[in-house]
């Protein structure tokens, strides 16, 4: 049996140690709030009185806090139990710069840090599906791939550069967040003209947005280099068209973008390609 260790046990970190256990695992846990455990411990995990009371035995040591700061005083505390070579696999949403300085800190010390983000909700880290990112030196990635990879529906490695597992999760983030506000405003449209959200979504039962989005960001990084297949003046009446089709709804992503197209047009850019909107 495996002795795992796990730190912060929120709604993501539970899901984990949920999926662990199911698997046969030894899962010693801790979490600041410790009532949080008390669920965990019905389970089958054994709860730990400090972080270096958790990882002291373990083969892995899982983080799952909120930001740079957590991450750097529970490490602090669990290194007094932490034998030599154990993996520290952070799944935390950090700063890239700060992940970065705290892997060259640590691996100077000995510690084997390694950042792996993920994009998974909770009822996915409980039936291990999404993904995590994974940042870590060539040489271990094999060994953290095969541990990592029964509690996720996929890995993807991006290479031994410390921080871009941290970027790229930021990077998804902030896409789902424009996505979000983008819906927002789709729906918007609709309810200003009487149709219902349900009715709405059907477009996107046969346009399928996210297979247009390596289209859009290569539309993007090449914006203004060659001809205009849609001028950025028409995109820039689309866009009036859209918010006045709101009328009184709320839109979000538009009045940002149609800010944005107002700065090119202003600048001269109103014959090129529309995308140069987003190029600041």
Not at 239 to 253: H, K, P, S, V, Y
């Amino acid at each position: 049996m495996t002795h795992i260790a796990l730190l912060g046990t929120g709604l993501l970190g539970s899901g984990m140690v949920e999926n662990l256990l199911t698997k046969g695992h030894a899962v010693h846990v801790w979490n600041r709030s410790a009532d949080k455990l008390a669920p965990l411990v019905a389970k089958g995990a054994v709860a730990a009185k400090d972080p270096a009371d958790a990882v002291r035995g373990a083969s892995h040591v899982h983080l799952v806090l909120a930001e740079d700061d957590a991450v750097d005083a529970v490490v602090a505390a669990l290194r007094p139990g932490l034998a030599a070579g154990t993996p520290v696999i952070d799944h935390s949403t950090n700063l890239p710069k700060r992940v970065a300085a705290r892997f060259h800190r640590l691996r100077g010390d000995g510690v084997r840090y390694v950042s792996a983000p993920v994009f998974m909700s909770p009822q996915n880290a409980r039936e291990a599906s999404g993904m995590i990112v994974l940042s870590a030196p060539l040489d271990e990635v094999d060994a953290l791939q095969a541990h990592l990879t029964p509690m996720t529906g996929k890995v993807l490695v991006v290479g031994d550069r410390p921080d871009l597992a941290a970027v790229f999760k930021l990077a998804g983030n902030s896409m789902y967040f424009a996505l979000t506000a983008a819906m927002a405003d789709v729906l918007a449209i609709g309810k200003g003209n009487d149709v219902p959200a349900s009715v709405m979504l059907t477009l996107f039962d046969t346009w399928k947005v996210g297979g247009a989005l390596p289209f859009i960001g290569q539309r993007l990084a090449a914006a203004g280099s060659g001809p205009a297949s849609f001028e950025l003046t028409m995109a820039r009446k689309d866009a009036r068209l859209m918010q006045e089709a709101a009328g009184a709804a709320t839109t979000i992503a538009l009045p940002a973008v149609i800010a944005a197209m107002d700065k090119a047009l202003a600048r001269g850019e109103g014959d090129a390609d529309f995308a140069v909107f987003a190029q600041g």
